[in-house]
């Protein structure tokens, strides 16, 4: 059984096809990502960048989403009615799978689109405090198991944080680790002796000799 692949523009002016629309209204229920309200016949739709492009945004299927025409005139709108009709020659089609992202190295910086993925797969709540993240607050993205304890640098080890409360976590990961590696080094016979010499207090004199 296919996997539909994505939908990725050529260029930054790209404008999605509409087999593309279709799967984007779809991910999100037919309703207007902005208010929430339904899409009814008659309307039309905007697709545009959830992460602009000017903030490191790609211009794909991943990063669009459909909204309420705003105004007249807006370029890409599509006609609501014309999507819904045509989407009944999709509905055989699976939902497209998204390959999970892999880092080649530990300190691979994290894709823009994986970034928001993570975002979304937890709500965008700080999993260290349990506080919603808002526009403005400063995130990180963490690992669930960090790298010294063998976790990897994928997207499936990675959780939205907010800064603080992962600043905390990682001073208190690294005494652990620190501890951790003086204990091990010390089992192998490697940690470092101390150059100090153990000094002796002397003999003690009991008595006086004539």
């Not at 204990?183 to 490697?190: A, M, P, S």
């Amino acid at each position: 059984m296919r996997s539909v692949p994505e939908w990725i523009g050529r260029t930054d002016d790209s404008m999605p096809t509409d087999a593309c629309k279709r799967r984007i209204l779809d991910r999100q229920g037919w309703k207007c990502a902005i208010t929430d309200q339904e899409f009814r016949d008659g309307v039309k739709a905007e697709f545009d960048h959830i992460v602009p492009l000017w903030l490191g945004g790609e211009n794909r299927e991943s990063n669009r989403r459909g909204r309420h025409v705003s105004h007249v005139g807006v370029v890409g709108a599509a006609d609501v009615q014309s999507l819904r009709s045509s989407r009944l020659q999709a509905e055989g089609a699976l939902m497209r799978s998204v390959p999970e992202w892999i880092g080649k190295t530990d300190d691979e910086k994290v894709p823009p689109r994986v970034r928001l993925r993570i975002f979304e797969t937890y709500g965008g709540v700080c999993q260290l405090s349990g506080r919603k993240v808002m526009a403005g607050d400063a995130w990180d993205l963490d690992h669930i198991k960090a790298l010294w304890r063998g976790g990897e640098h994928r997207e499936s080890n990675l959780h939205p944080v907010l800064k603080q409360p992962h600043r905390e976590k990682s001073a208190d990961e690294q005494s652990v680790q620190a501890k951790c590696d003086r204990v091990r080094k010390k089992h192998l016979g490697i940690y470092p002796k101390s150059k100090a010499r153990i000094k002796s207090r002397g003999f003690v004199k009991t008595r006086e000799v004539e």
